[in-house]
């Protein structure tokens, strides 16, 4: 089952930044969080992921709160092309018998407004 | 190009037939998935494999089979046992001992009519 909750849907104004919130209150010391977004019947695209630090790249911006319990994925300048489902992710790295597979729950449906 | 590739992009079959849908990948990962996918809903895990010979049912297994007869590939049988087989398929790979991100196909929509 998926161990985080986001918002159903949001609105964001074209060139404005875009937070996109993730709730995971149980999320264990050796679990990352990812970030994934899906645009239309396409397969879904990594943005971004990491453990306690925030991260940055050339997609976006991940701050993870200091008790890890939450966190918020910025899309600095959104365009029209960000409109897509985005998806957070919690997952741990090593090697697990059983696996340490991707669940993904419904994700937020981000629409950039022109 | 390194990837993942998914064929058929789109599958019609008749209601009671078995399907095979094809996934392939050229980078060398160990871990691979099956992701069902329904109009407006997030990604299912049907079945994963860790290591080739290898494979675990995830939360939707039934009316589902896959092999893992070679790392490249990761086929995904849907049967006639399947009650709801019209979705949207995603296959996906991982290297499984590190922190890196899953790659995804561009996924098959199987129609059963």
């Known amino acids: 089952d998926a161990k985080t909750t986001q918002p159903t849907s949001m609105d964001c104004a074209e060139g404005r930044a875009a937070n996109l919130p993730c709730n995971h209150s149980?999320?264990?010391?050796?679990?990352?969080v990812y970030w994934y977004r899906q645009i239309h019947s396409q397969g879904p695209q990594y943005i971004i992921h990491?453990?306690?630090n925030n991260e940055t790249n050339e997609m976006a911006s991940l701050i993870i709160t200091e008790d890890r319990k939450s966190s918020t994925l910025i899309l600095p300048h959104a365009t029209l092309r960000d409109t897509a489902v985005y998806y957070c992710i919690v997952r741990v790295a090593e090697f697990l018998v059983g696996g340490n597979q991707f669940y993904f729950g419904t994700g937020t449906s981000l629409t950039v407004i022109p | 190009d390194g990837g993942i590739t998914q064929s058929p992009k789109y599958l019609f079959r008749k209601e009671g037939q078995n399907v095979t849908l094809s996934c392939e990948q050229n980078l060398n990962h160990d871990a691979m998935y099956w992701y069902r996918q329904d109009p407006g809903q997030g990604l299912r895990l049907i079945y994963y494999s860790q290591i080739v010979n290898d494979f675990q049912k995830g939360d939707i297994a039934e009316g589902y089979s896959v092999s893992r007869e070679k790392k490249e590939s990761f086929p995904l049988t849907v049967t006639s046992a399947q009650k709801n087989p019209t979705a949207f398929y995603l296959c996906a790979s991982n290297a499984q001992r590190s922190v890196t991100e899953a790659f995804f196909g561009q996924g098959t929509r199987l129609t059963v009519v």
């Open positions: 149980t999320i264990s010391g050796n679990e990352y």
């Open positions: 990491g453990l306690k």
